[in-house]
């Protein structure tokens, strides 16, 4: 059956991307060929959210479902600021019924959601 999920992130700049993912989140990973790196990632669980608009990528005429990543972790105070002690730029955090959240800024100038949930978790 299922034996694991790959996330595909399209970045402005894949390499600069690749070495944050290597460097400063610290995840391990497999070079799958010419430098193009795959990473291992931390227990994942995932939520299907409504949307009021297609939120979908073209795959040869099929619509794959957009996603929305958020790293999760335990006390998001000190991971920001672990993270901004390495240089990372990230959100003042907000607060939401589901728990606390910011967003962390990568080389690409794209960002990711990080998040301490305070709702059960599947992991």
């Given at each position: 059956m ?7 992130f399209y970045s402005?700049?894949?390499d ?6 290597k460097?400063v989140?610290?995840?391990?990973s ?7 790196l ?6 994942t669980e ?5 949307a009021?608009?297609p939120?979908v ?7 794959l479902?957009g996603?929305?990543?958020y790293?999760m972790?335990?006390?998001l ?13 990230a959100s003042?955090p907000?607060?939401a019924?589901?728990?606390r ?5 990568l080389?690409?100038?794209g960002s990711?959601?990080?998040y ?6 599947a992991i």
């Open positions: 299922i034996t694991g999920a790959h996330f595909l402005a700049n894949a600069a991307d690749r070495v944050f993912f460097d989140l610290g995840w391990t497999v070079d799958a060929g010419r430098g193009w795959i990473f291992a990632m931390p227990p995932a939520a299907v959210h409504p009021n608009t939120f990528l073209d795959q040869d005429g099929d619509e479902l996603a929305v990543l790293l972790c335990d006390d105070a000190s991971t920001l600021a672990d993270l901004t002690s390495r240089g990372v730029s003042t907000g607060t019924p589901w728990g959240f910011a967003t962390i800024k080389p690409s100038g990711l959601g990080i301490q949930p305070t709702h059960p978790t």
